[in-house]
């Protein structure tokens, strides 16, 4: 089985998040990056993309040249990843996606409902496949928690809880490429750790509850003056069926690192999975005594053991839970150019509705914010 072309739209030189959506395609064996225009700058996107080994035909100066000519190939890209500023993120799908090539992006998916509702709309009229890497539902634990909540273990859901608390922008980093743009509202949208780490929370939260928050209260701060977008939020959410939540994201949270940490209260238990420790889920039976439970131990759901590569003991975490992404998207993407079904733990992989679904949680966070905290739909 041969495996799938990939081509890439930012992720060039000192980009973090480039390399790691290179690394997680290439873990699982699934992907080779055969194309790509890099940085805005084309003479640069070119010499980038030819220090990565890639043909000097398939090293583009421009998206729209990049798609125009993918389309045309006989071994044209099976898909696109998308590692761009989020303000980019909705013409680049959409010169794709209208190339007829399936489209993996960086989440938020726009910076506009109009725009998210617009790709949404493609990709229903296209049948392409579009796969939003919020990568921590890739990690096997979550998917245990999601598993162990389908089956009841937890009774009714009453309370969730979510936080991702971090601190690298705690000060001002002048001349730091990733904080400039991702405090720029023009390149990173309304939202700031709203968009960049909150969506991450959130998403995970309905991810593994499988509830849906109808409405949401949110007091979104600046702490660090003259940022223009917020570097701390906090949220109380409602969800169908009853149940409550609370979701703090912060990137002044001094002496946190990468604490995206989610606990759900049931009728009949607990669970708490934490990303820093991500090999362990804690669950607690009304009643009963606390049980530890391991990545690839016994009795595992089989989404969970899908979602593991290598036995227990030997810790699976960040680019794992990214690659599994990665794998998921090639299973959809390999489906639809087959057209069969896919594996049904691929159909985990976040897509264009989860993608909506942050755009418009970005949307009534800034607007509840504006209204002192006021109650705002979904």
């Given amino acids: 089985?041969?495996?799938?072309?990939?081509?890439?739209?930012?992720?060039?030189?000192?980009?973090?998040?480039?390399?790691?959506?290179?690394?997680?395609?290439?873990?699982?064996?699934?992907?080779?990056?055969?194309?790509?225009?890099?940085?805005?700058?084309?003479?640069?996107?070119?010499?980038?993309?030819?220090?990565?080994?890639?043909?000097?035909?398939?090293?583009?100066?421009?998206?729209?040249?990049?798609?125009?000519?993918?389309?045309?190939?006989?071994?044209?890209?099976?898909?696109?990843?998308?590692?761009?500023?989020?303000?980019?993120?909705?013409?680049?799908?959409?010169?794709?996606?209208?190339?007829?090539?399936?489209?993996?992006?960086?989440?938020?998916?726009?910076i506009t409902r109009k725009h998210a509702d617009d790709l949404a709309s493609l990709v229903a009229s296209t049948g392409l496949p579009f796969i939003l890497t919020h990568n921590y539902s890739g990690y096997a634990m979550p998917r245990q928690?999601?598993?162990?909540?389908?089956?009841?273990?937890?009774?009714?859901?009453?309370?969730?809880?979510?936080?991702?608390?971090?601190?690298?922008?705690?000060?001002?980093?002048?001349?730091?490429?990733?904080?400039?743009?991702?405090?720029?509202?023009?390149?990173?949208?309304?939202?700031?750790?709203?968009?960049?780490?909150?969506?991450?929370?959130?998403?995970?939260?309905?991810?593994?509850?499988?509830?849906?928050?109808?409405?949401?209260?949110?007091?979104?701060?600046?702490?660090?003056?003259?940022?223009?977008?917020?570097?701390?939020?906090?949220?109380?959410?409602?969800?169908?069926?009853?149940?409550?939540g609370m979701l703090w994201a912060s990137q002044v949270a001094t002496g946190s690192v990468n604490g995206l940490r989610l606990r759900v209260f049931g009728d009949k238990g607990g669970i708490e999975w934490a990303q820093e420790t991500p090999e362990t889920l804690l669950f607690t039976p009304l009643g009963g005594q606390q049980r530890i439970i391991r990545r690839g131990g016994a009795g595992l759901s089989a989404s969970a053991t899908h979602a593991t590569r290598i036995p227990g003991g030997h810790p699976e975490g960040y680019l794992e839970g990214f690659a599994q992404i990665y794998s998921d998207a090639a299973e959809l993407i390999r489906a639809h150019s087959e057209r069969r079904h896919p594996n049904p733990f691929a159909k985990l992989a976040p897509g264009v509705a989860d993608g909506v679904r942050g755009v418009a949680f970005i949307e009534a966070a800034v607007a509840s914010s504006a209204a002192n905290g006021a109650w705002m739909s979904l």
């Fill in 145 to 244: 928690a999601r598993a162990m909540i389908e089956a009841g273990e937890l009774g009714n859901i009453r309370i969730v809880q979510a936080e991702y608390a971090q601190d690298w922008l705690a000060t001002e980093l002048p001349g730091n490429k990733q904080a400039d743009w991702r405090g720029d509202p023009s390149r990173a949208g309304p939202g700031g750790a709203l968009g960049d780490i909150a969506t991450h929370t959130f998403q995970l939260a309905e991810f593994v509850t499988g509830l849906q928050a109808e409405s949401i209260a949110a007091d979104l701060e600046v702490f660090v003056p003259g940022r223009k977008i917020d570097d701390n939020v906090n949220i109380m959410l409602r969800f169908n069926g009853g149940a409550k």
């Fill in 1 to 110: 089985m041969r495996r799938l072309r990939l081509g890439m739209v930012g992720g060039g030189e000192g980009a973090f998040i480039g390399g790691v959506h290179r690394m997680a395609a290439r873990l699982d064996g699934r992907w080779d990056l055969v194309a790509g225009n890099f940085q805005s700058d084309p003479e640069r996107s070119i010499a980038f993309g030819k220090s990565l080994g890639l043909a000097p035909d398939r090293a583009y100066a421009d998206f729209r040249t990049m798609a125009a000519s993918e389309a045309k190939r006989a071994d044209r890209i099976d898909a696109v990843a998308i590692v761009t500023p989020n303000s980019t993120h909705h013409a680049i799908a959409r010169e794709f996606l209208t190339a007829g090539i399936p489209v993996i992006c960086d989440k938020p998916m726009t």
